[in-house]
Antibody, heavy 120, light 112 residues
Framework: QLQLQESGPGLVKPSETLSLTCTVSGGSISSSSYYWGWVRQPPGKGLEWIGSIHYSGSTYPSPSLKSRVTFSVDTSKNQFSLRLSSVAAADTAVYYC????????????WGRGTLVTVSS | DIVMTQTPLSSPVTLGQPASISCRSS???????????LTWLQQRPGQPPRLLIY???NRFSGVPDRFSGSGAGTDFTLKISRVEAEDVGVYYCMQGAQSPYTFGQGTKLEIK
């Protein structure tokens, strides 16, 4: 059973860069069938799409975050990553990684999420 | 961006009774392949979201058949035929038709 696990610092200072990694286990990230996505959820609020990456390296960031977000993939480690620059308090959220499958047109598998707080 | 609007935002329900959540999109959710990319997600307290229904009405693997989805065009509905205690949580509709993919505000299902 494929599983995803987010990892990274839980606290980031304002104006710095948030970096998170999602490790995929129980399956290969190098499948042409899937994309690998990020979603965030501010405390007590709803869900926001951040974007996705294909193992080939093609990236699809949300326009609202495009100027600050970078995605990367490391097939040798079965990981994909998110970097969000110039963070502010509004970027405080639980960040989820997930697998996007066009068979469903949705993220069908989700990581448990990791809380990132932006504070000095 | 496509705006997804859910109603109600809160739904107190008696155990064993039905529940219904509506979702309206600001644009058609039909992609070039002819499929309508409307998804329902469930988020139990303290848990990540979980895929319930995809492409309007298809239950994901392991989802009980008391959950059903329907709709067409820009109006969609999630129904729970008989609410159980484990159904408590927040339900989101999501569109995968056009990037950026967007979510409804969420509907909190609680037991009366």
């Amino acid at each position: 059973q494929l599983q995803l696990q987010e990892s990274g610092p839980g606290l980031v200072k304002p104006s710095e860069t948030l970096s998170l990694t999602c490790t995929v286990s129980g399956g290969s990230i190098s499948s042409s069938s899937y994309y690998w996505g990020w979603v965030r959820q501010p405390p007590g609020k709803g869900l926001e799409w951040i974007g996705s990456i294909h193992y080939s390296g093609s990236t699809y960031p949300s326009p609202s975050l495009k100027s600050r977000v970078t995605f990367s993939v490391d097939t040798s480690k079965n990981q994909f990553s998110l970097r969000l620059s110039s963070v502010a308090a509004a970027d405080t959220a639980v960040y989820y990684c997930g697998r996007w499958d066009w068979k469903y047109g949705s993220l069908d598998l989700w990581g448990r999420g990791t809380l990132v707080t932006v504070s000095s | 961006d496509i705006v997804m609007t859910q109603t109600p935002l809160s739904s107190p329900v008696t155990l064993g009774q039905p529940a219904s959540i509506s979702c309206r999109s600001s644009q058609s959710l039909v992609r070039s392949d002819g499929n309508t990319y409307l998804t329902w997600l469930q988020q139990r307290p303290g848990q990540p979201p979980r895929l319930l229904i995809y492409k309007i009405s298809n239950r994901f693997s392991g989802v009980p058949d008391r959950f059903s989805g329907s709709g067409a065009g820009t109006d969609f509905t999630l129904k729970i035929s008989r609410v159980e205690a484990e159904d408590v949580g927040v339900y989101y509709c999501m569109q995968g038709a056009q990037s950026p993919y967007t979510f409804g505000q969420g509907t909190k299902l609680e037991i009366k």
